[in-house]
């Protein structure tokens, strides 16, 4: 499993992809980190005399985290879409499927190989907001809150851009439904705010990725909102197992 893990990563930065997504979303979010902090400074005389006024933690770190969870959604499809999909397109699925590894080990080295590209990606995003401690004072603790929803998020992205690339051949057709799945998850919130009843209002909330990620980005480190990603995550992990089985027994 670890060594399907590390050919898939390894697979991953030998394409020109990969390294275009590195480079072009370190380009956007520092172009977006910069701008922050340039509305910090311009804002910073009139807050200063503010008691409890918000910090570069709140004003400069999480709007960019939140910056990058809207990225990552347009990215993630981009990276998933060529898992299993290509594999079933260049017929070498039956190979992979034969190979002296369980289903399960299959889909984990998969889909801990992507993780591991986005969990660089993320190591990287974070480095912007760590270097705001080198002149001025951080709030590690909200800071690290809204790391672990932005690592959550992403965990939950690439499971089930894993299970939709399962789903077809064609690498771009899993790209387009896997960005309308995560979009629908990521907007049904609004569906939620309209009060169309309370009992479908509290269950569109509860669906949000969206909405999940906000409170982490408030600092709120709840067990709801982190059971619901981990649900996300083992729930499209055990439908790709499920439709990788089939195939297996067929």
């Known amino acids: 499993m670890l060594t399907l893990a590390k050919n898939e990563l390894y697979r991953l930065f030998l394409s ?3 390294w275009i997504i590195l480079a072009l979303s370190q380009l956007i979010l520092a172009y977006l980190f910069l ?3 340039d509305y ?5 005389a009139k807050i200063s005399a503010i008691p409890g006024a918000p910090g570069v933690t709140e ?7 939140s910056n990058a969870a809207t990225l990552l959604l347009l ?3 981009l990276v998933t879409m060529r898992l299993i999909a290509e594999e079933r397109r260049n017929e070498s699925l039956p190979l992979l499927l034969s190979a002296p590894l369980s289903t399960y080990q299959i889909v ?3 889909y801990l190989g992507t993780f591991g590209f986005f969990f660089v990606l993320l190591l990287m995003i974070s480095v912007m907001p760590l270097s705001l401690s080198l002149g001025s004072q951080l709030d590690f603790a909200l800071l690290a809150s809204g790391l672990l929803g932005l690592t959550l998020l992403l965990a939950s992205f690439t499971a089930i851009g894993l299970y939709l690339s399962s789903l077809t051949r064609q690498p771009t057709i899993a790209a387009m439904t896997t960005f309308a799945s995560l979009f629908f998850l990521w907007i049904i919130d609004w569906a939620g705010n309209a009060q169309i009843t309370a009992e479908s209002s509290t269950l569109f909330s509860w669906l949000s990725l969206l909405r999940h990620y906000q409170s982490l980005l408030k600092g709120e480190v709840n067990t709801s909102d982190i059971a619901y990603y981990l649900i996300v995550i ?3 992990l055990l439908m790709t197992i499920r439709r990788l089985d089939s195939e297996r027994l067929n």
Do not use: C, N
């Open 16 to 18: 020109p992809l990969a």
């Open 35 to 37: 701008t922050h902090i």
């Open 40 to 44: 910090f400074v311009q804002i910073q």
């Open 59 to 65: 004003l400069i770190a999480m709007p960019l985290l």
């Open 75 to 77: 990215i993630a499809p």
């Open 108 to 110: 984990l080295g998969k």
């Open 234 to 236: 083992s729930a499209f």
